[in-house]
């Protein structure tokens, strides 16, 4: 008897809220083995997803923060062919979308280096999510946003960095800037912007997106690090800079909270 080999799928979880699933995200979580669970991924999701199974997949969890450093990128990679190669139904889920500073493409590429099919199921990334916290287009016309940057504040070690000077003259053409992981190089990204970008440029940072710890704060690109810093925004959370983000709604408080207040 042959082993059936089945396609791995790389599902999007979404920014956080469970809801945001797709359905497509959602029968492929239920009809898995093994899962292997990105820590940023919201605890909602799987409650969620496995929700009256009668038999739950195996649940790996392979963050890369947490308790331990990180778990390599080489050994999740190894797992997941393992696992796939042995017959089971693998997912492996991911914050936000997979393509996007998801490492899926070198996880494709160890599937079918491994003769696997990978299938990727999108997801709504952080960023999009973000925008949507905030009430904002990332492409209001109203404003001439004539385009979208998705950038990272964090470059692989071994490459000369981000060229902040010309991601700045993209946000003053009109392109809206949406920066992952820039957190804790803020100070640094902000200082290069402000060479080629004016300080009253709006700005917004959102943290926790789509999670009931979600909070905001919108700024200019002059006091974004001020905001940052008196508010203790920490990772993970996005940074929106450009003229959308004048007429950001923000929320200080988790929408819990808000919601205990308001009623
Ligand atoms: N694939 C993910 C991004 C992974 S990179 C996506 O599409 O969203 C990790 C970075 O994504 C974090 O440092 C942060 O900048 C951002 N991020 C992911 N989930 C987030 C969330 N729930 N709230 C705010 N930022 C988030």
Redo the contacts with the bound molecule.
Sequence with gaps: MTLVHHPVHLVGAG??DPELLTLKALRVLREATVVLVDD?VGDGVLELAFDGLAARPRLVHVGKRGGCASTPQEFIEKLMVREALAGEKVVRL?????L???RAGEEIAALRAAGLEAVVVNGI???LG?AAALGIGWTDRRVDARGVLLVTGHTREDSDGQDWEAIGRAAAAGVTLVV???ISQIRGIVERLLRVLPADLPAAV??????ERERSARATLGGLVDVVAAHGFG????LLIGRVAEEARTAAASRMTSMYITS
């Design positions: 920014p956080g940023l991911k914050g936000g979308d997979p996007v500073f998801g990334t952080s960023g973000a992952y992981m820039g959102v943290q926790h997106v789509g999670s990772s993970p959370a996005i």
